[in-house]
């Protein structure tokens, strides 16, 4: 549904933001019961971003993490197909880019994160240019592999963000499987890896940081820790690191750059009464147990756009999906909520074309297993990369985006 300028509509329920949030909530309120709901959301595609770092590491095709959004709207939805640029809480009006307007009863805000690429001095030009790529934008990921495929000696520096961000710990999947391609090719001796991350270990849980270490000792990765790239020259094909801890500054010259930026909320979602005053990254200001507005009650946020305390990612997000919609639905019948979430967060590391390192974890980095009887599932196993190359993208668009996973 396209509004004409200068059109009002209301809803029930109002959802901006079409991605994985939005859409696998929408499906769960519609599996309640819940009617009169409308999702906002302009792209006419819906993205798998879990699989960027597989497309990027040359184990999926492009085509695979992509579908029509009106493919994967959930029957009874409501589409509104353009972008939400205000929200006035005190009419509970939402504007939208086309001039019209939409009202609610409940706003649920989830448009997810973008990727701050004018950040970083240089870093979109290197990413235009011809050495430079990224396992965090569809158009790019292609482009990795291809730099990746064809290397045979060089260096590589690869780069994470400092939080927050989307599943930070993605940055790294490309570089696992392309260290494992250049063993593979008889190459990997010949290319020097360089990742630079901001944190002061790997991850930040033992048994993760002692299964990473592992393998970027096997492949001879060199590690910057605490260290952010704070410019490029991609004419020079230079990167310029800072040590965040001792202030130190490292250049190195690159023949690929595969780089991470920063991230935050949406720039319109900045300027609006949702996020905390002071909150240099602009996410809404929520409950990070029942999801709700801490000032406004009619309005609710989960995912990357959500000030909670998790680690960003799909893992969190399903889990968030469930306590907003039971949440919902309880204020909708005259309840007060009661479910909780419980700061749980997940990343699988793919560390080779065939195994994955596993982790789950609270707010804290402490562990939270989900799988009875399944122990050290944070081992290098064949079984959870077949779960997260075969299995998870199936759920996800299958069961995931319906409400039912």
């Not at 509970?92 to 950040?119: F, K, M």
């Not at 905390?276 to 409950?287: A, L, M, Q, R």
């Not at 801490?294 to 306590?323: C, H, Y």
Request: hydrophobic share 40%.
């Amino acid at each position: 549904m396209i509004l004409a300028p200068g059109e009002k509509r209301h809803h029930r329920v109002l959802i901006i933001g079409g991605g994985n949030a939005g859409v696998s909530l929408a499906g769960r309120l519609r599996r309640y019961r819940v009617k009169d709901i409308a999702v906002i959301e302009p792209r006419s595609r819906h993205l798998y971003q879990p699989l960027f770092s597989h497309i990027a590491g040359g184990t999926a095709d492009a085509l695979e993490a992509v579908r029509l959004q009106s493919a994967v709207m959930p029957r009874g939805i409501t589409w509104i197909q353009d972008k939400a640029t205000d929200v006035s809480t005190d009419a509970r009006t939402v504007l939208l880019e086309s001039g019209s307007a939409v009202t609610y009863d409940h706003l649920v805000v989830c448009p997810g994160i973008q990727n701050d690429w004018t950040a970083i001095p240089g870093l979109k030009q290197a990413m235009e240019g011809p050495h430079g790529a990224s396992n965090y934008e569809y158009e790019l990921a292609p482009k990795a592999w291809k730099l990746f495929k064809d290397l045979t000696h060089g260096t590589v520096v690869f780069t994470q963000p400092p939080g927050p961000a989307s599943c930070d710990g993605a940055a790294q999947k490309p570089m696992y499987l392309a260290c494992d391609h250049w063993r593979r090719q008889g190459v990997l001796k010949d290319i020097r890896v360089v990742l630079a991350v901001s944190t002061p270990t790997i991850f930040g849980m033992e048994i993760i940081d002692e299964e990473l270490g592992r393998k970027i000792e096997e492949y001879g990765i060199e590690v910057r820790y605490s260290t952010e790239l704070a410019s490029v020259d991609p004419e020079g094909r230079t990167v310029d690191l800072t040590n965040t801890v001792s202030g130190a500054s490292e250049t190195l010259a690159y023949d690929v750059l595969h780089a991470v930026p920063p991230q935050s909320a949406p720039e319109w979602l900045k300027t609006t009464d949702l996020p905390s005053p002071g909150n240099p990254g602009g996410f809404v200001e929520v409950d990070p147990v029942i999801l709700r507005h801490t000032r406004f009650p009619e309005i609710w946020s989960l995912g990357d756009a959500a000030s909670t305390l998790n680690s960003k990612s799909g893992a969190a997000l399903r889990m968030q999906t469930k306590v907003l919609a039971k949440n919902l639905k309880a204020v909708l019948k005259g309840r007060k909520p009661t479910a909780k979430y419980n700061h749980y967060s997940a990343c699988p590391f793919v560390v080779s074309r065939g195994t994955v390192v596993f982790s789950e974890f609270d707010d804290k980095y402490s562990p939270m297993p989900t799988i009875p009887g399944w122990n050290n599932l944070a081992r290098e196993r064949r079984l959870t990369y077949v779960a997260d190359r075969i299995v998870l993208p199936k759920v996800y668009w299958n069961l995931i985006l319906k409400g039912r996973a």
